[in-house]
């Protein structure tokens, strides 16, 4: 199929590496053709793995259910179908777009990126933006950020933001002016 499972995996767990091949299929193939599950699958023998090709291949023919296949009745042919490897996403564009062009429902819940199924859109399914509320009011400045301009900053001289007053003790308020407050003894 195209893959390469390394030969100490489990037969069972080295077939679901082959994408289109789940739990349940692995586990079908293995019991229709009466291989241990446990064993590596660097351990089955050439009939052993084309038997499994061609049961994976044309699972009709090895008698599976037509329920047990990811495609049943294809719009283009008719028929049931299983998909493996690229064929897959491939197939699924192939819908979508063909959804798009006819503009039915579902088409047009695909084009503007909404839920397709009939979930419910009104809590959940919320794509980008922030969670949660925002408040309303101002930005804090960032760390270090005095608020004044770049310019109005470098003009003021360096000793004078330095010092304070000899004598006197500046009490800060918030958002206030600060206004110098003599000591008392």
Known sequence: MGNDI??????????TQIKGIGYN????????????TNSNIGNLSDDNVKAIEKLILDPIGGNFPIWFLNRRKDIETGADLHLLTSDIPFTLRNDIERERITVSWRGYRHLSGLK?????????????GAVGVAKAGLVAPKK???GAPAADAAAAPADAAAAPTAGKKEVPTAGKKEVPVEKTK
């Open 6 to 15: 390394p030969g100490e995996r489990k037969t069972l767990l080295g077939l």
């Open 25 to 36: 299929f692995a586990t079908a193939i293995l019991d229709t053709l009466k291989i241990n």
């Open 116 to 128: 397709v199924r009939g979930q419910r859109t009104r809590t959940s399914g919320r794509k980008g």
């Open 144 to 146: 270090g950020d005095s």
